[in-house]
Each structure stands twice: as C-alpha cells, then as structure tokens.
C-alpha cells in the first residue's frame, strides 16, 4: 500500500538549500464518483446525473478547472449551477500560494454538500503524481500534472463504466498551450468562457485585478519637474473617509497654497499619509470633485481582491457640477518618506499556517500593512506597533515588519500608550543626560542669587490652582500703597534659571513644547523634580519667581508696570473653591484674604473692560472625571464648573502675558515669540448666522465686539439653554491660535482676546513658549545674557512651528483621552438614556450634544445593511426631514447611549433615537439592549 | 507565502501518509563484525547506525563501577554530513548531550543490567542522516544492536515520536512536521507490557490533548516493535542458516 519515493526540492532561503522529503504514492486514493464500482470509497461526492444543462456538453460530465480558472473564475464556481467538480491537490495547492481570500472561498465551496466539489488528492496518487522533467518549469509541470490527472479520470471512468452512463471529464483551461496540448493528448477541454456561454447569459470574465503601481520618478527627474513647475511638491494628506482619496497640500508663497486632488490607488501611487511627494496634474478635464461616500479598505489579505475594484469603479464616475471639480493629479514620486511606527491591530490571515498577515493601523489614514510573522495567534487581539520597511510597485499594500506589542487591546495602560504614540507626544522617560542638568539636591538658594533678584519674601503671596495641581507656576498678591494705590503682583515659576539654553534640559523640553495632560496622567515637559518641586511655586517656601509688578488705582488703571526677577515665599497654595470661600466668608480678615479680596475687585473691572473692547466669552464643555483611587476607572463624570476665581486668576494672567508681550515687543522687534489669534474668515460664521436665525435671533459677525454683543443678546425665554449652545457653536468656527515670531509676520491681532498684541508667559513649567518669553524678557530687563538662537528669527520661527504642532497634538490627544475615558463610563454603566440638543444636521446624521456629560454623538439614519428611511436635507435651514419628522439646529432630543465594542480597535460612543418617536428609525425608551442596529455605520 | 498545510482535509500530510501512518522501516543487524553487536535502521529519510560493545570490564574511571549492576555508557553523535547544512560539531554539543543521556536512561530501563555488576555496556549511536524523529530513530536501532549483542533485555524499546495538529495526532513525524510549529512528543515503550521507559516533551500543549497523544504514540511504537520483531526473526534465520552450513 505504501509506495515510497523520494524527490529532492530546491528552495531558497537566504541561500541555496537542498530539500530533500520523502513523497508516497498511494494505491488508496479514490475517485469520489457515485458511478464508480472499482474504488472501494465509503462516501462519494459526485453524482451520478451531473445536470449541466449545456448545448455545447449535452453529455453528463464533471468538471475539472485548472489553476488560473479557480483564481479568476471563483464566481463561476460558486454558482450554484456549477456542481459535480473535481479540485486537484495541484489546483489547491497553487491556489493557496497565491491568494488567500480565493483558497477561503474555494475552501468553503467544497464544504458545502449541494456543490458536490470533490478534492482529488492526485500528487500522492500512483498513476497521477509526475516529476517535474529537467528543463520544465514549475507551472509547466503543474499544467502537466493536471493534464495527467484529467486522462486518468477519463480512462478511470471508461473502464468502470458498468452503468454506462457515458460519464466524461471536462477540463476547463483559459490558457491556449494548456487547451492544445490537452487536447492532443485526447481530452475532452473548452475555455471557461466557451463553456459557460451555453447557460449562461451574459458572461463578464473579470480579468486579473493585480495591482500594478506605476513606478516612481527618480529624485532628479522630480526636482527638473519641480523647477520647470510641471510637478507641485506637497504634503500628502489621506482622507479619513475613503482610502482611495487623497489631497496634497501644496504650500505657495503667501496666500495661495493650494490643495490637489488624488483619486484612485494608482494615482496614490504608494504614498503614504504625511509623505512629501512630487504630484502632477491631470488635464483639466480630469478633474473631478471629492466624493462624499464612506470607503472602507475591507480587502483581504492578498493581492487580488475583485469587490475592491468594483468600489473603485464605482467611484469614480461620479459626476459633480463643475464648481465642485476641484484640481486633481497624480503622484509622480516620493520626495520624503514619513514613515513613523504605527500602532494598530492585527488581522490574522485565515489560512491559519499563514505567516503573512495585514496589520489595520489605529490612524484611518495610513493603509494596511502587510507583516510577516509566526506569532499571530498570541499577537492578535494586542495593541502592537509596526514599522514599514516599503511599498514595491507590484503589492496592494506596504511590507512591513512587526516592532513590539503594546498590550491587550481595551486595556487602560495600552490604550493610554496608543494615544500617546498616535499623537506623537514623546513621553518617555527622561535619560541620564537630560537628568544630568538637573540642580544637586538638596537645593538652596545661594547667596548669589539673592544678589541678583529682588527680595519680595515679605509679601502676602498665595497661588490659585485646580484641586490637585503640583505644577503651581503662578502666584499672585495685591497690597495697598502708602499713596493709596494699588500694588498687583504676578510672580511666575522662573524656570529659565534652571533650564539654561542649549543643554540636553533645554532641548528637550523644546523638542516636548508642552505638558500633556490627560485623564489621571500627566505627562511632564521637564522632569519632576523641576515641576513639582523646584520650580513649582508652593506655599511655605523659598522660591524663584520671575515677577510682573503693577501699580493701579482702584480703578484698575495700570499707572506703573515693572519686572524683576524675585524670591517669594508663597503663604499659602489654595484652590479655586478655597480661594472663593475665603473672599465669600465676611468673617475672614487676614492678610490673604484680603490680598484675594482686592484681587478680585480689580479683576472684574479689568474682566468688564475687556468685555467692552469686544473679547469673546465663549462656551466649551468640559468634563471631570471622578476617578476611582483603587482601579483607576472613571465612576463618575461631570462638566467642569466655574467660579469667580477662575476668572480673576485668569484676568491676571492675561494682563501679565499683554503686558510682557508688549515689553519684549518693544524691545525685540524682530524676534519677539508672540501669540495671534486670527480673525475666522466670514464664512465660517454661516452655521451659526443660520442656526440663529432659526430662533429668529440676529448674529453679527463684523467685528469681535459686535459677536460679542450679539451672542449676550442672543437669549430665548423658553430655552435657557439657547445662550450657551450658541457659544459652543461660535467657538467651533474659530480658528486656532498660534505662536508666531514677530519679525515673519506683521498681523498681531488676538481676535478672542481683542488684544493688539499677546503672548504666553505665565505657565513656563508646562509651555516652552514660556520659557523663550521669559528668556526674552530677562534679556530686556537685562537680567540674564542673551544667546545667538534666541535673536534668530529664522531658528525662532522653526521652534514656534514645532509648539504649535506639539499643543494641536496634545489638544487632540487631551481630547482622544476624554473620549476613550467616557467609553469605559459607559462599559461599566451600560446602556442609558439622556436628554440632547442637536448641534449639527448633516445630510444623513444629526449630532446631537449631552450637556450632562459634556459629549456629543452622533445619530445616524441609515445604514449599510439596512433600508434608509426617506432623507431630505435642506441645506438652507439647515434641517433635515426624516420621514415625516423635521430636525433642525437646536431642537431637543432623547437618545440612548451605549458602547458599541464591535470594533475592537474603534470603539465607540452609539446614539439612537428615542424620542421624538418616528416609525422605523426611532428605538423604543426602554429598549435599553445595546441591539439598535441604527448607528452600526462606521464613522 | 502561507506556511505549510501539515494535515489536509482529505486526511494526507505532507508526504501522502495518514495521520496514524509511520514512515518505511528498513533495518539490518550484525552490520560490524568487529563489535558485539550493530544495527543499522532506516525510518524513512533517517538514518542511524547503533554499535554496542560489551559488557566488559570497567574501564577509564573505574570509581562509576556499581557493584549491583552494569554501568550503560551512551554516545550519541551527528555525521556531518546528516543534514541539509554541514554540521560542524558532530558530537558533545549541548543537544547531543542531553540525546546521550535520554538514551542511557532509556536502556538503563530495558537492559538486565542487575546480571553484569561491576561491568560496563556501550552503546554508540550515530545519525547518518536526519530527517525528523532522531530520538526515537536511535531507539530503535539501538534496541536492535543490544538484540545483536546478544545481552539480555526486559522486551524491545521501540520509540516513535508524535505530533499534534488540527486536534490530530500525527504519528512518526518528519522534519518539516517537526519544524512547522507541531508540538511533539517522544516516548520510548516496553511493548508488551505496556511500560513507558522514556517520555519527553518540551513544547506546550493542552492537557486534555495529552492522553490521546500518548495513546497515538503507544499505538504507533507497537506498530514499531512489530517491524522490529520482524526484522530480528529475519535476521536469526539468516543466521542461522549460515552456521548449519
């Protein structure tokens, strides 16, 4: 029974390295055919009446279809009128090499009974197993060995035809030699299109979708192109939407950056999300307009995936009014990869011996990348980092190889890890050189110093903080004068004498711009003995300040302004709710409280002139988690009051920061470190003009002042709510403010504040900028020598840029931070229902905001695997109908809100509808499962 | 591309054999004349050559001598030439250590060794070329050399490694099963009464699956024994024959 024989493969791995295995032939490897009397199989697969009907095979037969149409024709195969088919080893095995998602689908197909597919294992039979000859090629051979194993069939059947039904075999080939040398030898053999034809009516055959990128122009031809100007240099930017649609940012001088777009995967070319890259543009008639549908990659794991090209097709003809065409191209080439380790999960390949596997990535906007690895099954279901090693021209997506594992995914530390990572915000722990510029403790002040700075130990000084807070960088007092005026004092952590300029210290807390704080953590831009200790402004000792000193009268008139470096003595450190009750309790009267007291006098003078000038008041919800000091998970969540102290804290801090901006202003034209807030463009107003009006209330928007008026005004008796949804809605259409070196700009406008000028100074223990600020202002008051990076406004203007990209990251990674914090609320506190408002209609969601938890969400109405209901969105209100409902800006809802964990790696926050109630979309109140298919749509 | 397919749903491995399936046993006895006893053993591409000398006198260290019984000396060794990369160290490395020593332990199981005190047996096992399944390969030709020997054991070692793939026990596996991630087991067997003398394992599996696999591989050393059986009487005719000429 056993036959044994030896074959000897080669195969290259890293070299040249001789195979050798053992392969036996086997006399026990039956036909599978119900007709069959010679084989002694216990079950047969094929039937005896193969019901083909087909005028060109009119003849029962089965079918046995070669390598090439299994892969392109799986389709066909799975029709259902395709029965009674043999799948050879050989097929299989070529199959499972080359694409997965068709060795899945053929897999299945076989499993299934009504199909009647029968697997003959033929490379282990006797009669069918050939050797490859010399000089023939592997697939030559395989073709062969199919050839080989239909013959036998034939013959098989022939002699065992004591039924005499006359049973054929039928090979299906699509290649021409193949058809031909088959049919020498006697076969009975069509093409697959030849074949179905007959029954079928219409027959697309669905050519090889290979991907073939086009290749990249070298560097030299790219910056030729660059010069003559018939290539644009940008920045790549993915959509978050659809992995098919790019835009490239295209810097231009002054104003006129544009933004080109990229449709397509060959006219992405490989790039990938932040890569500079070399764009040509298409012919203008080309051009097409951004489309508004939400594509997901979902493709399989190997190259070839039909169902993705039939998106892409789907895609592009959109036709779009020619407003809306928007200058599209091509990528042409890579000028700069940024490539960077991704965080993300892997998808485990579902050939479970399969060392290559796509990795999704936590980022929408970088592709899939495709790793090779033998841990999958410990990886899956981990957060772990991938780095990618390249992109050739001839794979659907990037190679890449696996880094290290974050943790299990859903974790609160991996989680925390991801954000960071994600959000580029270096958090690892200082090194040895960084903490070698750290003072020796124990610390004391010298006597040297004393030299320097003024002795302002006397004072009443006290700080206002959040509860909590160790990093204290702000003091202040407030005495009376013997003239009778005021005398107002800010004192401010003077960080720079400890972080001189140029050391490891220095650069990275320049390199970190900013603390991050999120929920429960807080990640420090200078190690911890500076910013909770040292520099850190605690009451009852000894520290140094950097200190900004007003004279006022009661009116808050400032009639002095100087700055000194000092040494204070805080008395005491209290936090807002502290302060509040000591200027509230009338029997207090020490020095403190009467400093706070006279604090808050001039604050609100200084709060309401400010007001008059046109500063903003606007409105963002925040959220205070309630922490549980055991496991760390959030019990309890609610939106972050505010009191008067706040405030007056707050007003002094802005005047310190205009009254130090305008210092090193004076000073340092050239090189002053500013902040500007820039007007918003009108158009941004539209949604909240519109939104108002709907509440017949009149916004302008000429002027800071005038919005600021208007939105005091701007009150509904019935809704006293209307006031601060209006503010939530002015603050989303401003723009963002930014750091700015004086002598690269000459609009200083800070638009919020409607300060002409401004800058950061007051929190140098948690914001580089800060710490340049104080720099500057010591170099004016000549308290410190100045040093050549800091007049260099080129070098300065490169520092302000990487602040403001480190403070948009950590706002996002605050943010991401809150939203993963409220996820995990809402997995202990199942399912709830809450009162709304909708903020925004969009044309198939609304987004709706809980003012209890400070959230917003979004409502959904249709969905992929179900009917929409019937949608009209009006534009002008804007509103949108749903059946017979109308929503609009505003309008009060109920929702449910629950976790919905179906994806792992983006969960997310799930609304549905309650009230008001509208059949087929709504959800019953106390319907209180998380099963609403409503809101499954992906955002 | 995807790694191996080790079990296919029709039931064939790698090389066309089925689960419980061992590989072609081939062995001679009495290949030297100048030891005492010698087998040479084929199971399927591996191929070892067992020499056994002895029992004789002590010799070199004479303070390991057991004044009850007789002191089993192993030597497992690598040709150089056994695999697909030239090994450069054919002996005393790590792995061929610890071989010798399961080797010793393994005999020291079967062989009377209470009827030789104060001697020493050696056995010399060399791989001559490897192909999976080294440990129990040994075993067995070892098992055949101390038959030729003529020293008297408790019954045949017979030794068989298995596998364990798609909740299948593979018997007798070869090298690409046992490099493509299978956690296997080696167990040595006195099969007639059923005695294990040796099991050893090193790569995880679940305890539930345990019990099966040793099954599998009780089942397939008996399948072992009884080719070696085989292989003896054929030998013991050849014998035989010759000296009544």
Known sequence: MLKSKTFVKKTRSGGVLKIVREHYLRDDIWCGSEVCTECKQESTVLQRDTCIESNLCAYPHYLIPDTNVVLHQIDVLEDPVIRNVIILQTVLQEVRHRSAPVYKRIKDIIHEKEKHFYTFTNEHHRETFIEREPGESANDRNDRAIRVAATWYTQHLKTSESAADGLKVVLLTNDQGNKQKAAESGLLVFKCEEYIKNFFHFFNEITSSKVLFPEHLPLSRIQAGIKSGSFLQGTFRASRDNYLEATVFVPGEGEDSTEVLLQGLQNLNRAVHQDVVAVQLLPRDHWVAPSSVVLQDEGMAKDENPEEEEEEKAVSPVTASLSAKKPTGKVVGIIKRNWRPFCGMLNVSQIKESTRHLFTPADRRIPRIRIETRQASTLAGQRIMVAIDGWPKDSRYPNGHFVRSLGGAGEKDTEEEVLLLEHDVPHQAFSQAVLSFLPKMPWAITPEDMKQRQDLRQLTVCSVDPPGCTDIDDALHCRELDNGNLEVGVHIADVSHFIRPGNALDKEAANRGTTVYLCGKRIDMVPELLSSNLCSLRSNVERLAFSCIWEMNHEAEILKTWFTKSIINSKASLTYAEAQMRIDDTTMNDDITKSLRGLNKLAKILKRRRIENGALTLSSLEVRFHIDSETHDPIDLQTKELMETNSMVEEFMLLANISVAQKIYDEFSECALLRKHPAPPPSNYDILIKAAKSKNVAIHTDSAKALADSLDMATVDSFPYFNTLLRILATRCMMQAVYFCSGMDSDFHHYGLASPIYTHFTSPIRRYSDIIVHRLLAVAIGADSTYPDLMDKHKQSALCNNLNYRHKMAQYAQRASVAFHTQLFFKTRGVLNEEGFVLFVRKNAIIVLIPKFGMEGTVFFDSKDKTAPNLVFDEEGPTLTVEQHTFHIFDKVKVTISLDASNIQHQKIRMALIDPVISGVSVPAEDLEPQSKKSKLDR | ?245
């Open chain 2, 1 to 245: 591309m995807a790694g191996l397919e080790l079990l296919s749903d029709q039931g064939y491995r790698l090389d066309g054999r089925k689960a419980t399936e061992l590989r072609k046993v081939q062995a001679r006895m009495g290949v030297f004349a100048q030891a005492d006893g010698s087998a040479y053993l084929e199971q399927g591409n591996t191929k070892a050559l067992a020499v056994v000398y002895g029992p004789h006198e002590m010799r070199g260290s004479r303070s390991r001598t057991l004044h009850d019984r007789a002191v089993i000396n192993c030597q497992y060794s690598m040709a150089t030439f056994s695999t697909a990369e030239r090994k450069r160290r054919p002996h005393g490395d790590r792995k061929s250590t610890e071989m010798s020593l399961h080797l010793k332990q393994t005999f020291e199981a079967a062989v009377m060794t209470q009827l030789y005190p104060r001697s020493q047996i050696d056995i010399y096992v060399k791989i001559l070329q490897s192909d999976g399944g080294n440990y129990s390969v040994c075993v067995n030709a070892a098992t055949l050399a101390v038959i030729d020997a003529g020293i008297p054991m408790r019954d045949y070692v017979c030794a068989c490694t298995v596998g364990f793939v798609d909740e299948t026990p593979l018997a007798d596996l070869c090298y690409a099963e046992e490099s493509g991630g299978v956690s296997s087991l080696a167990l040595a067997l006195l099969p007639r009464g059923g005695q294990i003398a040796l099991l050893q394992m090193d790569a995880r599996l679940h305890q539930d699956h345990l019990e099966t696999l040793i099954d599998a591989a009780m089942t397939a050393c008996k399948g072992v024994s009884k080719v070696l059986d085989e292989v003896v009487r054929q030998h013991l005719q050849e014998v035989s024959v010759l000296t009544r000429e």
